[in-house]
C-alpha cells in the first residue's frame, strides 16, 4: 500500500511505542493524529513531529472521544492507517498472598482500557477507511493493534494483561475476515521487553537484568523499531490476519 499522502491515527501516540510510530508514519510523508489522554505531552509531540500532524484529546475507552478523533484523522477523506498502542499492565495474581482473590476492579480496568479501548477505535476507524477509495488490487487500508508477548508467555501476576492481550490476538483473524470485503488487512504486534517510559522507572541493574533475558539481541527493544515495523505493515499489503512478535526471540519465564 502507498502510504505517502494518507493520513492515520495513533493511540497512546504521546509517548513510547504510539510516540514513536507517531514519528515513523510522518517521516513517511503521512498525516498523523495523535490521539491520548496526555494532552500536554501530545501537543509536544506533534508540535516536534510538524508535517501536519495533529492532537485529539480523548480516553479511548469512551466511545464519543473515540469517534472525534476518528472524524478529526479522516477529514480530508483519506484515512488509511489506523494504529493502537494505548494501553497499560497490571500485577497481580489469582489469589494474593493472604489467600485473598484476585480484586475484580483492576482486571475489569485492564480490560477496560486495553481491549475495549483497541475495539472502540479500531470499529470506527474501520468504518471511516472503508469510505476511502481504494488502491491498488482493491486495498483501502490496514489496523495494527498491539497485542504482547504476555498473551502467549504470560507470567505469574499478569492474569489481567495476559487476559486483555490475549483478546487481541483473538480478535485479529476474524476482524481481518470481516474487513475483507472492503479491503482493509488487521494485524497485531506482540512487543516483548521494549525501553518505554514505564521500564525507565527501573533501576538501571533491573533494566540490565531484563535486557540479559532477550535471546539476542541482548538489549530492550527501541520503540523506534516497533514503528519501523508498523510502516512495514502497512506498506507489505500481503501482511494480512497475522500477530507479528517483535521481542528478539525472548520467551518469558514464570517470573
Same mark, same amino acid.
Not at 2 to 18: D, H, K, R
Not at 91 to 120: A, C
Given at each position: 500500500?502507498?502510504?505517502?499522502?494518507?493520513?492515520?491515527?495513533?493511540?497512546?501516540?504521546?509517548?513510547?511505542?504510539?510516540?514513536?510510530?507517531?514519528?515513523?508514519?510522518?517521516?513517511?510523508?503521512?498525516?498523523?493524529?495523535?490521539?491520548d489522554r496526555n494532552e500536554e505531552r501530545g501537543k509536544?509531540?506533534?508540535?516536534?513531529?510538524?508535517?501536519?500532524?495533529?492532537?485529539?484529546?480523548?480516553?479511548?475507552?469512551?466511545?464519543?472521544?473515540?469517534?472525534?478523533?476518528?472524524?478529526?484523522?479522516?477529514?480530508?477523506?483519506?484515512?488509511?492507517?489506523?494504529?493502537?498502542?494505548?494501553?497499560?499492565?497490571?500485577?497481580?495474581?489469582?489469589?494474593?498472598?493472604?489467600?485473598?482473590?484476585?480484586?475484580?476492579?483492576?482486571?475489569?480496568?485492564?480490560?477496560?482500557?486495553?481491549?475495549?479501548?483497541?475495539?472502540?477505535v479500531m470499529t470506527k476507524a474501520a468504518s471511516a477507511?472503508?469510505?476511502?477509495?481504494?488502491?491498488?488490487?482493491?486495498?483501502? &487500508?490496514? #489496523? *495494527?493493534?498491539?497485542?504482547?508477548? /504476555? $498473551?502467549? %508467555?504470560?507470567?505469574?501476576?499478569?492474569?489481567?494483561?495476559? =487476559?486483555?492481550? &490475549?483478546? #487481541? *490476538?483473538?480478535?485479529?483473524?476474524? /476482524? $481481518?475476515? %470481516?474487513?475483507?470485503?472492503?479491503?482493509?488487512?488487521?494485524? =497485531?504486534?506482540?512487543?516483548?521487553?521494549?525501553?518505554?517510559?514505564?521500564l525507565a522507572m527501573l533501576p538501571d541493574e533491573a533494566?540490565?537484568?531484563?535486557?540479559?533475558?532477550?535471546?539476542?539481541?541482548?538489549?530492550?527493544?527501541?520503540?523506534?523499531?516497533?514503528?519501523?515495523?508498523?510502516?512495514?505493515?502497512?506498506?507489505?499489503?500481503?501482511?494480512?490476519?497475522?500477530?507479528?512478535?517483535?521481542?528478539?526471540?525472548?520467551?518469558?519465564?514464570?517470573?
Open positions: 500500500m502507498e502510504i505517502n499522502g494518507s493520513s492515520a491515527i495513533v493511540t497512546g501516540g504521546a509517548s513510547g511505542l504510539g510516540e514513536a510510530t507517531a514519528r515513523k508514519l510522518a517521516a513517511e510523508g503521512v498525516r498523523v493524529t495523535v490521539f509536544e509531540v506533534v508540535a516536534e513531529i510538524g508535517s501536519g500532524a495533529n492532537f485529539a484529546g480523548g480516553d479511548v475507552t469512551e466511545p464519543d472521544d473515540c469517534q472525534k478523533a476518528v472524524d478529526q484523522a479522516a477529514d480530508g477523506g483519506n484515512l488509511r492507517i489506523a494504529v493502537n498502542c494505548a494501553g497499560t499492565g497490571w500485577v497481580g495474581r489469582v489469589i494474593n498472598r493472604d489467600g485473598s482473590p484476585h480484586d475484580l476492579q483492576p482486571f475489569q480496568f485492564i480490560q477496560t482500557l486495553n481491549v475495549i479501548g483497541t475495539f472502540n477507511i472503508a469510505t476511502v477509495e481504494p488502491q491498488a488490487n482493491g486495498e483501502r &487500508g490496514v #489496523i *495494527v493493534n498491539t497485542a504482547s508477548v /504476555a $498473551a502467549f %508467555d504470560g507470567q505469574i501476576g499478569q492474569l489481567a494483561y495476559s =487476559a486483555s492481550k &490475549g483478546a #487481541i *490476538v483473538g480478535m485479529t483473524l476474524p /476482524a $481481518a475476515r %470481516d474487513l475483507a470485503v472492503v479491503g482493509i488487512r488487521v494485524l =497485531a504486534i506482540a512487543p516483548g521487553l521494549f525501553d518505554t517510559p514505564l533494566r540490565d537484568a531484563l535486557a540479559q533475558s532477550v535471546n539476542f539481541p541482548k538489549r530492550l527493544g527501541n520503540p523506534a523499531e516497533f514503528g519501523e515495523l508498523v510502516a512495514q505493515i502497512a506498506t507489505n499489503s500481503y501482511l494480512n490476519a497475522e500477530v507479528i512478535r517483535l521481542d528478539g526471540g525472548i520467551r518469558m519465564p514464570p517470573k
